[in-house]
Nanobody
Framework: QVQLVESGGGLVQAGGSLRLSCAAS????????MGWYRQAPGQQRELVAS???????NYADSVKGRFTISRDNAKNTVYLQMNSLKPEDTAVYYC??????????????WGQGTLATVSS
């Protein structure tokens, strides 16, 4: 199987920065897209940013210019650099990966989530 382990959440003041990391491990042949989603209390989970194996990125309008997604394919790791944070960025952030396993099965895998809290 495949696991995603996230780290880097925490408490920060408005205007500050956080860097999230997500490392994939297990029976991985390759990982196509990796992404970050978030879910605030009482709201639906939404896409924050995604990146393909080739480095093509996509961002939610609300984070463009403030957040940067990147990945290290050799380490099966994706990062989310979050700058100029706002209180409305407070949410649980989930890592997502579209994985092709060594048995050539496609899996969509989610991390356990990491909480980012931005105080005003």
């Amino acid at each position: 199987q495949v696991q995603l382990v996230e780290s880097g959440g925490g408490l920060v003041q408005a205007g500050g920065s956080l860097r999230l990391s997500c490392a994939a491990s297990g029976s991985i042949f390759s990982i196509n897209a990796m992404g970050w989603y978030r879910q605030a209390p009482g709201q639906q989970r939404e896409l924050v940013a995604s990146i393909t194996i080739g480095g093509y990125t996509n961002y939610a309008d609300s984070v463009k210019g403030r957040f940067t997604i990147s990945r290290d394919n050799a380490k099966n790791t994706v990062y989310l650099q979050m700058n100029s944070l706002k209180p409305e960025d407070t949410a649980v952030y989930y890592c997502n990966a579209q994985v092709l396993t060594v048995l050539r099965a496609y899996l969509e895998v989610w991390g356990q989530g990491t909480l980012a809290t931005v105080s005003s």
